[in-house]
């Protein structure tokens, strides 16, 4: 991609109209000064490699995507501290041989983001934002209706259907993670 003159003022343009908006999309959720800039750093990065689809949008639609791209970032950053969080209290918990012991066997349970990411492929782009975002950020139906802009309704067959998709697409495995899921619905 060879940048222009026109795409560094489109790009300070659009740093000077939305970097305080994602920050503050940002720390309104993560409460820290330093992610919530990494936010906004990630989301112009974003920003910059898809340059061409933001020429067609229109000023709506430009601010809507922009403030996506900030929330998703955001709670993918999120899901990392909870995690992190998570997997300290874990270990804190236990003794250290039986911790050291553990580690590779707490990871080895995990799925890999890469491997959700490969396994939802699936899905179109609705169900699979309304999917991760009741799986693994922990929002209820009202919070991703919000985020989405869509009815509550709407939100819970979505999630139904990418779930049903998901489950075949594994071969219909009853594992605890599934099991889990169906809670969730």
């Given at each position: 991609?060879?940048?222009?003159?026109?795409?560094?003022?489109?790009?300070?343009?659009?740093?000077?109209?939305?970097?305080?908006?994602?920050?503050?999309?940002?720390?309104?959720?993560?409460?820290?000064?330093?992610?919530?800039?990494?936010?906004?750093?990630?989301?112009?990065?974003?920003?910059?490699?898809?340059?061409?689809?933001?020429?067609?949008?229109?000023t709506q639609?430009?601010?809507?995507?922009?403030?996506?791209?900030?929330?998703?970032?955001?709670?993918?950053s999120y899901?990392?501290?909870?995690?992190?969080?998570?997997?300290?209290?874990?270990?804190?918990?236990?003794?250290?041989?039986?911790?050291?012991?553990?580690?590779?066997?707490?990871?080895?349970?995990?799925?890999?983001?890469?491997?959700?990411?490969?396994?939802?492929?699936?899905?179109?782009?609705?169900?699979?934002?309304?999917?991760?975002?009741?799986?693994?950020?922990?929002?209820?139906?009202?919070?991703?209706?919000?985020?989405?802009?869509?009815?509550?309704?709407?939100?819970?067959?979505?999630?139904?259907?990418?779930?049903?998709?998901?489950?075949?697409?594994?071969?219909?495995?009853?594992?605890?993670?599934?099991?889990?899921?169906?809670?969730?619905?």
């Open positions: 991609m060879k940048t222009t003159n026109k795409d560094y003022e489109k790009m300070e343009e659009l740093y000077e109209l939305y970097e305080q908006k994602i920050y503050y999309v940002a720390y309104s959720i993560l409460n820290n000064i330093q992610q919530a800039e990494d936010i906004v750093q990630e989301t112009f990065i974003t920003l910059y490699q898809n340059l061409e689809k933001i020429y067609n949008l229109n639609e430009l601010k809507r995507y922009i403030l996506r791209i900030a929330k998703n970032k955001t709670i993918d899901r990392k501290n909870k995690r992190h969080k998570m997997f300290l209290e874990e270990y804190q918990k236990e003794s250290p041989e039986v911790a050291d012991e553990n580690i590779e066997e707490w990871e080895q349970r995990l799925m890999s983001e890469d491997q959700i990411d490969t396994l939802l492929t699936v899905l179109n782009e609705s169900y699979r934002h309304v999917f991760k975002y009741k799986v693994f950020y922990n929002l209820t139906y009202q919070e991703i209706s919000n985020l989405m802009g869509i009815t509550e309704v709407n939100v819970r067959k979505q999630f139904e259907r990418a779930r049903k998709q998901v489950q075949n697409n594994i071969g219909g495995i009853e594992n605890d993670e599934f099991e889990e899921l169906q809670k969730n619905g």
